[in-house]
């Protein structure tokens, strides 16, 4: 079983930025493809980014292309979303997510954290 916990979110202004962290409880950390979503409210989830199970491939969803960067590192079993420039539309929940897909990838996840929220003020 893979256990994920999320932290880092919290409330910021337009223009700033936030990094979360994913912690994950798991034995073979790099066996794993890794990925942020968010759902905002009343919105259904949506990818946001995905790094593959060595950390050499990424994917972005469009909106946040330039803006965010995922990252991660083997030793810490940990996975990082950088957040850059925030706008209030990025306000949502975010979870991390573990698949055992060749990633970079949007599907497949089975593996999910609890959420951390992230709220983006104008």
């Known amino acids: 079983q893979v256990q994920l916990v999320e932290s880092g979110g919290g409330l910021v202004q337009a223009g700033n930025s936030l990094r979360l962290s994913c912690a994950a409880s798991v034995r073979a950390f790099s066996s794993y493809g890794m990925g942020w979503f968010r759902q905002a409210p009343g919105k259904e989830r949506e990818f946001v980014a995905a790094?593959?199970?060595?950390?050499?491939?990424?994917d972005y969803a469009d909106s946040v292309k330039g803006r965010f960067t995922i990252s991660r590192d083997n030793a810490k079993n940990t996975v990082y979303l950088q957040m850059n420039s925030l706008k209030s539309e990025d306000t949502a929940v975010y979870y991390c997510a573990a698949t055992t897909r060749y990633g970079p990838t949007k599907y497949g996840y089975d593996y999910w954290g609890q959420g951390s929220q992230v709220t983006v003020s104008s």
């Open positions: 790094i593959s199970r060595s950390g050499g491939s990424t």
